[in-house]
């Protein structure tokens, strides 16, 4: 097996709330026992009631994150 099929991959969602970091300490911990782990974050940010988006583009923003 190559290197990247060996490695383990995380994704850790953070909104800003303490479940979430708690959730990141626990990513953080495990890779220390697991070298070959991967970890990403994402900042998942709180959908805007009014409609509008503050200049960011909703349709741009899921293509980025698809890619």
């Known amino acids: 097996m190559s290197d990247q099929e060996r ?3 995380l994704l850790v969602c953070i909104d800003g709330s303490p479940s979430s970091f708690q959730g990141l300490r626990y990513a953080i911990k ?3 026992d697991n070298p070959d782990t991967d970890i990403s974050l994402l ?14 583009n909703m349709g ?3 293509e ?3 890619d």
Not at 43 to 56: F, H, I, N, T
Request: charged share 25%; glycine share 12%.
């Open 7 to 9: 490695r383990f991959k």
């Open 43 to 56: 900042y998942v940010r709180p959908a805007d009631s009014g409609g509008s988006s503050e200049g960011l």
């Open 60 to 62: 741009l923003a899921r």
């Open 30 to 32: 495990f890779s220390v």
């Open 64 to 66: 980025n994150m698809l």
